[in-house]
């Protein structure tokens, strides 16, 4: 039989009380308490916006193009080659340059070799220039590409581009996109003009 002291003994508890951690918790209203979670919620919430949102195109095989148009034909290439797009002027001639080179410019104090790969890439004689310079680099190389207008960039799948030429390695034309832009291969172009070693 149990006495009445008993039932007003204090419980033993099995670890001592941190009275201080107490009296922050109760003392939920103080002006340092409130800073103190403001500050975490502000840092939060920065690791959020900070974090790189989902691509929902993006895939193993995805790839950038710079889109640009020669005549009617769309055409596109590796956007990390671009280094920009001017307006072409000022084209002064290079005697016995190859015959893909049209000439030089003049960027920012620097010449610039103008590349006509129309004679490449299409069919006929092609007459003039095109009136755009895409400004590229390519291992160690500043060149321009004459172009009739650039379009933007587009992203495409390369696993899912059709080959125009099977059977033809040195062809200058990596696929053809599922919208009928014809993706360049710049370095073979650059060997089969003569720029690079073969």
């Known amino acids: 039989m149990s006495h009445d002291s008993d039932l007003y003994s204090e ?3 099995s670890q001592p009380v941190d ?3 107490l009296k922050t918790a109760l003392d939920w209203d103080a002006p340092a308490r409130r800073e103190a979670e403001l500050t975490q919620r502000l840092r939060l919430r920065a690791e959020q916006y900070a974090a790189p949102l989902p691509d929902p ?3 193993e095989n995805a790839e950038r193009a710079l889109v640009f148009r020669l005549g009617r034909v769309r055409y596109g290439l590796d956007v990390v080659l671009v280094e920009g797009v001017r307006s072409l002027e000022n084209l002064t001639r290079v005697p016995g340059a190859p015959a893909l080179v049209r ?3 003049s960027v920012q104090g620097r010449l610039i070799s103008v590349l006509d790969i129309r004679a490449q890439l299409q069919d006929g004689h092609s ?3 095109p009136p755009e310079l895409m400004l590229i680099r390519f291992e160690g190389l500043r060149l321009g590409l004459a172009v009739d207008h650039a379009e933007g960039v587009q992203r495409f799948d390369s696993a899912a581009l059709v080959d125009p030429a099977p059977g033809a390695p040195h062809h200058p034309i990596r696929g053809v996109t599922a919208d009928g832009v014809l993706v360049l291969d710049l370095e073979r172009l650059l060997r089969n003009g003569g720029l690079l070693p073969t």
């Open 19 to 21: 009275w201080d951690a």
């Open 103 to 105: 000439g030089v410019v």
């Open 127 to 129: 007459a003039g220039l």
């Open 11 to 13: 419980p033993h508890p």
């Open 57 to 59: 195109d993006a895939t």
